[in-house]
């Protein structure tokens, strides 16, 4: 299955979570709840972060220690960082921003209004991606999201969507605070996000224990070849929302529209769903449309899909700037959000306006993400938006 983009955009809406001004006391180390690719370990005047990802061991010494001043470590498995970073970079193509030291990006496909708010206001410049020697010189640090080994020293690997679960992806967020010294900060934007996410669970439970929980599927056409996501976050989140998955012993890896058996086979499992999420890829989301499906799985009438008649036909590219799209950022930044809507795709009411779900089948269209929406400084932090468990039930 295409992704709606060729190249992903994690988690920019973090960029704006951290602020030194504004952070609470609390407790200064973070501890791992969920994520599985990830660890953290605290010394005197030193952390380790432990990558199962690129296996490497990322040792930050703290400015303020001898060992900030006299080590340097650059090994195949250790690298060594004097924390916080003084400046930093992104490959925004797979990577997040910080708030704070960050100087450079790689791209100009960005999901947050403030964030772009902020390249606008020329605060942050564009490097060319395969100036590997710029970035590993002019920048303390650059994160990257490719599992490998770094090329340079200051290479970073961050890759959250490699996590099973919603929260898990999440939980990154503690990762990159490591690098800032921020964890209380992380802590707190992490236990706030994983509270209001455990409600919306509850009560999407106590909804669907009145009726038939939904059968739901994530489809996707490439190329004229329709196929079924079994990626387990996305599982995870139609089980939180009340939902029930398409059995994947039903399915087939994927089926040629120009073969009548398989066009009849897909059909066939279509008849069987009550909602469907398409993450068919569109150039331009906008021109995405309910006889854009229609057309990709060549039916020209609704009776059999009940998907239809009830008018529960949705894609994740509601909120996009230009071509890219914040499902790969903000979304995994705050799942609350993308729980919330899919509890209202399944049980709707009518009283709760979604956020990265729009429906096809009611002709919704897209959100604009544009600079002059962010209505804050950028040295002001972003709490995560917290959804009242009642709106949804």
């Keep these: 299955m295409a992704p709606l983009l060729q190249l992903p955009f994690f988690f920019f809406f973090f960029v704006f979570f ?43 010494l703290q400015n303020s220690s001898r060992a900030a001043t006299r080590s340097r470590y650059c090994t195949g498995r250790i690298k060594s960082f004097v924390i916080p970073l003084s400046n930093f970079s992104i490959d925004t193509t797979t990577v997040p921003g910080l708030l704070g030291s960050l100087k450079a990006i790689t791209s100009e496909s960005m999901s947050s209004e403030c964030l772009l708010k902020t390249y606008m206001g020329g605060e942050i410049e564009i490097v060319n991606k395969s100036e590997t020697n710029q970035l590993a010189t002019q920048f303390t640090a650059h994160f990257i999201g490719e599992k490998r080994q770094s090329r340079a020293c200051n290479f970073v690997t961050f890759e959250p969507s490699e996590e099973n679960t919603p929260l898990q992806r999440t939980e990154w967020i503690k990762y990159l605070g490591t690098f800032l010294n921020v964890e209380a900060r992380a802590n707190q934007v992490f236990q706030a996000v994983k509270e209001n996410y455990g409600c919306l669970i509850k009560a999407a ?97 609704n009776d059999c899909f009940s998907f239809l008649t009830n008018r529960s036909l949705w894609r994740y590219d509601k909120r996009v700037h230009n071509t890219t799209l914040d499902w790969f ?29 729009r429906n096809i089948a009611k002709g919704e269209g897209i959100t604009d993400i544009a600079p002059e929406r962010c209505g804050r400084s950028s040295d002001t932090a972003m709490d995560p938006t917290i959804v009242p468990c009642n709106t949804i039930s």
């Design 18 to 60: 951290f602020s030194f001004s504004l952070l609470t006391d609390g407790d200064n180390t973070s501890h791992v709840e969920q994520a599985g690719n990830f660890h953290i370990y605290y010394g005197q005047s030193f952390k380790v972060i432990k990558n199962a990802l690129d296996g490497q061991s990322y040792l930050l």
């Design 329 to 357: 950022d903000g979304a995994i930044s705050q799942p609350q959000l993308v729980l919330a809507d899919l509890i209202e795709a399944f049980f709707p009411t009518g009283n709760y306006t979604t956020t990265y779900l």
């Design 205 to 301: 439970a106590n909804t669907s224990a009145t009726s038939f929980k939904p059968v739901v599927a994530w489809v996707g056409c490439n190329e004229g070849m329709w196929s079924f996501s079994h990626d387990t976050y996305k599982s995870q989140y139609v089980v939180d929302a009340g939902g029930e998955n398409l059995e994947d012993s039903l399915e087939a890896n994927a089926y040629n529209m120009s073969i009548p058996q398989d066009l009849d086979d897909f059909r066939a499992l279509l008849c069987t769903l009550d909602v469907v999420i398409d993450e068919t890829y569109a150039s331009d989301p906008s021109e995405y449309t309910l006889s854009t499906f229609m057309q990709n799985v060549n039916i020209s009438d």
